[in-house]
């Protein structure tokens, strides 16, 4: 059974920081490409970022230069460091692994809230 367990989001102030963890079981971590999305109240669910064949990162331009994407091959899990968190970042937040090599065969995870406010 494949599952993707999200934790360490909560309510923080304006320029504070989270880290959000997701760890997964049931795949076979090195073959899947994982990064994090968001979704906001009233708004379709967005890419925040990607880890692609376990090294290229990508951002969504909101986040550039303060949230960093990392993984851990060994404890298949996957992180999402934020730092000087903005109103704007309040949303819930999901893990997502694709499968590297076609077939589009994807899982998420049950998402993580994220708050900031003063």
């Known amino acids: 059974q494949v599952q993707l367990v999200e934790s360490g989001g909560g309510l923080v102030q304006p320029g504070g920081s989270l880290r959000l963890s997701c760890a997964t079981s049931?795949?076979?971590?090195?073959?899947?490409?994982v990064g994090w999305y968001r979704q906001a109240p009233g708004k379709q669910r967005e890419l925040v970022a990607t880890?692609?064949?376990?090294?290229?990162?990508n951002y969504a331009d909101s986040v550039k230069g303060r949230f960093t994407i990392s993984s851990d091959n060994v404890k298949n899990t996957v992180y999402l460091q934020m730092n000087n968190l903005k109103p704007e970042d309040t949303a819930v937040y999901y893990c997502?692994?694709?499968?590297?090599?076609?077939?589009?065969?994807?899982?998420w995870g049950q998402g993580t809230q994220v708050t900031v406010s003063p």
């Open positions: 997502q692994a694709h499968y590297s090599y076609g077939g589009g065969r994807q899982y």
């Open positions: 049931g795949i076979i971590f090195s073959m899947y490409n």
């Open positions: 880890v692609v064949s376990g090294s290229t990162t």
